[in-house]
């Protein structure tokens, strides 16, 4: 099994706090994920009167101690969207959902947002959006469906959204199979740098005894090594 870790292994650090809260139930803390001395936090039900729900998400940089180094709002800021509800940070990008942002007039259709470090000589350091995905991006002719929260999180999980490297794996757990309700599927998107952009690379469906969402073909583990 893995090395037990030693006391001296784990502390407690400075807690973080975000800069703007709306002073209602904000949720911080939803969405979290940390790599190397960057950190994504989301604050799903971030309210912005008299849009309710719509949230934030923040960028933290460990520099002698963690700080906010930047605010990502909603960049399509809908009531109930709850931007930031899942995340997941890896090298210069962020994978952040809004699993009940609208699409095409169909509720709670869901959207994730590539959010990417603009580095280099001439760039500024901060995040910016590089590209938005719905299901409608996925593979082999997937369409987004009412309802079915692209980028939401699988039953037994709070993560709706998993990137490691050149993979992106994105969960769309309320999704129908036109036989079982709420069955979810699983998208898998990868990077093309000929194209520059993410792209549907598979989409995982269940077999027709069982189905994502509750939890009956648990546990569902997906590798996605750094090619």
């Known amino acids: 099994g893995p090395p037990a870790l030693a006391q001296t292994d784990c502390f407690h650090d400075t807690p973080i706090f975000a800069s703007d809260p709306s002073g209602f139930d904000d ?16 604050a799903s039900t971030f309210h912005d009167p008299p849009l309710a729900d719509i949230g934030d998400a923040y960028i933290f940089e460990n520099d002698s101690g963690w700080s906010e180094f930047q605010i990502i709002d909603n960049p399509e800021p809908n009531a109930g969207a709850v931007f930031g509800e899942s995340a997941s940070m890896s090298g210069d990008w962020v994978a952040i959902s809004a699993p009940r942002q609208i699409i095409d007039a169909d509720s709670h259709s869901g959207t994730v947002y ?3 470090r603009d580095t280099g000589p001439f760039g500024s350091g901060n995040w910016l959006l ?6 409608d991006d996925g593979a082999q002719s997937a369409t987004h469906q009412a309802y079915a929260q692209f980028g939401g999180p699988l039953a037994g999980s709070h993560q709706g959204v998993s990137l490691v490297g050149n993979f992106l ?3 769309e757990p309320h999704w129908d199979n036109g036989t079982y309700t709420d069955s979810g599927r699983v998208h898998v998107f990868g990077w093309n740098p000929t194209h520059s952009a ?11 005894a069982g189905n994502f969402q509750t939890g009956k073909l648990r546990p569902l583990a997906i590798t996605a090594p750094k090619r």
């Open 169 to 171: 794996i994105i969960g």
């Open 130 to 135: 590089g590209q938005t995905l719905t299901a």
């Open 198 to 208: 993410w792209e549907g690379f598979q989409v995982l469906t269940p077999p027709s």
């Open 114 to 116: 590539m959010y990417y």
């Open 27 to 42: 949720y911080f803390g939803t969405g979290i994920s940390v790599d190397g001395a960057w950190a994504v936090v989301g």
